[in-house]
């Protein structure tokens, strides 16, 4: 079963990405090489969302000590 989920931040991404991933891993009927590319997408897109999550909250942080609003 999928899981409906709102994708409104960078750990919306992860998380589905994650999921994702795992589902890739356990299917038997892909192809090994598909598979694997794929699964190297994914993470690579999960990645980008660590990072793009990480430097949200640094910004967030900054804006806070700056009082900006």
Same mark, same amino acid.
Request: no cysteine; hydrophobic share 40%; aromatic share 2%.
């Given at each position: *079963? $999928? =899981?409906? #989920? #709102?994708? %409104?931040? !960078? @750990?919306?991404?992860? /998380?589905? *990405?994650?999921?994702?991933? %795992?589902?890739? #891993?356990? %299917?038997?009927?892909? +192809? !090994?090489?598909? =598979? /694997? #590319?794929?699964? /190297?997408?994914? @993470? %690579?897109? /999960?990645? @980008?969302?660590? =990072?793009?999550? +990480? *430097? @949200? +909250?640094? $910004?967030?942080?900054?804006?806070?000590?700056?009082?900006?609003?």
């Amino acid at each position: *079963m $999928i =899981k409906e #989920r #709102r994708i %409104n931040h !960078p @750990s919306h991404v992860k /998380a589905i *990405m994650q999921e994702q991933i %795992n589902i890739l #891993r356990l %299917n038997q009927d892909l +192809e !090994p090489m598909a =598979k /694997a #590319r794929t699964i /190297a997408y994914l @993470s %690579n897109t /999960a990645l @980008s969302a660590y =990072k793009d999550g +990480e *430097m @949200s +909250e640094k $910004i967030e942080q900054i804006m806070k000590q700056l009082d900006i609003k």
